[in-house]
């Protein structure tokens, strides 16, 4: 009997069903099955390659390559990393006052090398930013190298002697300068004032030309460099403090800032740094607060953190004090009671040597305050009228030494400023400097080479530098200018005979 059609239909259907079914089944098993087959080939291979190595933990891994310092202009808040070398601070004291100020300041996003043709050596004279959080790998971290710093000037022994150097955009007039320092005077060390107002006018726009001009030129000429930092910007200032004079910032972290991205830019240019100058004179520290011993230690405290945190070897000095007879605490205070306050607020504690400033007037550098001998030839009265320690040289730094020496500290001084004026070849004289008339150029070389044997046979100073070289001719023999006196270079480019006694030490050599 012949089925219907319907009835197949329905049969043809059902088969049809049937081998679909099962071509998708195997389909699918196969699928399965290659999957399978090649995963656990990749994973076998992965397991053989870990197998045959002798240790895969981080420590096995090559070192990373040192990360770069940050150029300055990418530093919205700079890098302070601590350094993990033998090198410490000058005292244990001073290590736990600096940990602070090196935790507060954040790190980048990210570190950056060098801008092409910037000045600067490789990162491996400072300290390597460390990678940023966000930078962070979930596995096999492996720790950026600190690079080994070379010894550098803290550990210099013995008194060494330099010269101030005015700035001079031109690079070959600032090489004769160079060439001033290192050949005639047998010099090896310059001082250079740096004013922060100037270099960052707003926060995070600054203004190098200077800098770049002058400091891979010393380096060039193998002059270390002592910058003075002072002035804050205006941005920076406190809340209504007097903007007609200068002052500190409202915040030490923001100086202390400046000067990390200040020697990134310019890693093994800078071997001394003084934090400030002459804050005992309202001229120099107007502040809400006034004169404050206090304050300026608590600014010292975060310069030295910053500082030593990006190269251990960079001497600190603290600011140097304007000896003066005036102790009103508001114009003024005189220098002897200042250097008590700031070592009773642990001053001594923060920095590597102990600024000071004395320009003579018209007596020499061995002559007690309280027995100078009557010159009835001197036009200028002060020493032999009005006797105070601030007309001597000798009387006040030694005054400095005895009373570091009292509070229990071996810390030199720093002379970061000393001379003596003459206007013997210039027509005229600065208001104020009637003394500078009472000085001849041969007694000016007289003097400063009686200040260098004394300083050296003292025993209690460091590092010295001579009030100037070149003031003169930066400023055309101004003789109202009243930094043209001290300069030895003299009108119609004549060196005073004070050259001829500096080179005579060859300091160079030593």
């Known amino acids: 009997m012949q089925p219907s059609a319907a009835l197949t239909r329905q049969r043809q259907i059902r ?6 079914l099962g071509i998708t089944l195997v389909m699918g098993a196969l699928t399965f099955a ?17 197998a045959a190595l002798p240790n895969t933990d981080a420590e096995s891994l090559p070192d990373a390559a040192p990360l770069a310092a940050p150029p300055a202009e990418e530093l919205t808040t700079p890098v302070v990393a601590p350094l993990a070398v033998a090198e410490q601070p000058a005292s244990a004291s001073a290590a736990e006052e600096a940990a602070p100020a090196a935790d507060v300041v954040e790190q980048p996003a990210a570190a950056s090398a060098p801008d092409a043709g910037e000045p600067g050596e ?66 090896g060390w310059i001082k250079e004032q740096v004013r ?19 400091l891979p030129l010393a380096k060039e000429y193998g002059n270390k460099v002592m910058l003075s930092i002072v002035t804050a910007p205006e941005w920076a200032r406190e809340p209504g403090a007097r903007l007609d004079k200068v002052g500190p910032p409202a915040n030490p972290q923001t100086y202390a800032n400046f000067i990390t991205t200040l020697l990134y830019r310019y890693p093994g240019m800078v071997h001394a740094i003084e934090v ?30 910053a ?6 070897g960079i001497i600190v000095i603290s600011g140097a004090l304007s000896p003066t007879g005036w102790n009103d605490g508001v114009a003024a205070y005189d220098d002897f009671v200042f250097m008590d306050m700031l070592i009773q607020a642990g001053m001594l504690d923060t920095t590597d040597c102990v600024g000071a400033h004395h320009n003579g007037y018209n007596i020499g550098p061995n002559v007690p305050w309280n027995q100078v001998p009557n010159d009835p030839r001197a036009t200028f009265r002060g020493p032999f009228d009005n006797p105070h320690h601030s007309w001597s040289f000798y009387s006040t730094l030694n005054g ?102 500096i080179g005579s030490y060859n300091f160079r050599e030593r």
């Open 400 to 501: 400095y030494a005895q009373r570091i020496q009292q509070a229990g500290s071996n810390k030199k001084l720093c002379i970061t400023e000393f001379g003596w004026a003459t206007t013997e070849d210039l027509n005229g004289y600065p208001r104020g400097f009637e003394f500078a008339n009472d000085n001849t150029l041969t007694e000016q070389a007289q003097f400063l080479g009686e200040a260098i044997e004394a300083m050296e046979s003292w025993g209690f100073v460091w590092l010295a530098w001579v009030w100037n070289l070149n003031y003169g001719p930066q400023a055309g023999w101004d003789a109202t200018a009243d930094n043209v006196p001290y300069s030895l270079l003299r009108p119609e480019w004549q060196q005073a005979p004070a050259y001829e006694v």
């Open 15 to 20: 088969g049809f069903v049937i081998a679909w």
């Open 276 to 305: 400030w100058n002459e804050m005992n004179l309202d001229r120099e520290w107007s502040s809400v607060s006034g004169l404050s011993a206090q304050n300026y230690v608590t600014l010292l405290r975060a310069a030295y953190g």
């Open 307 to 312: 500082i030593k945190a990006v190269d251990p």
């Open 196 to 214: 922060w107002e100037v270099v960052e006018p707003q926060p995070g726009q600054y203004n190098w030309s200077e800098l770049d001009a002058t």
């Open 122 to 187: 490789p990162a491996a004279r400072v300290a390597a930013a460390p990678p940023s959080a966000s930078d962070a790998q979930p596995a096999r971290q492996v720790a950026t190298p600190i690079p080994t710093l070379t010894p550098r000037p803290i550990d210099v022994g013995g008194f060494q002697l330099g010269i101030q150097v005015q700035p001079n955009m031109d690079p070959e007039v600032y090489k004769l300068w160079m060439g001033e320092v290192r050949d005639k005077l047998k010099l």
């Open 34 to 50: 290659g999957i399978y087959y090649a995963t656990g080939l990749v994973a076998g291979e992965q397991e053989a390659s870990v």
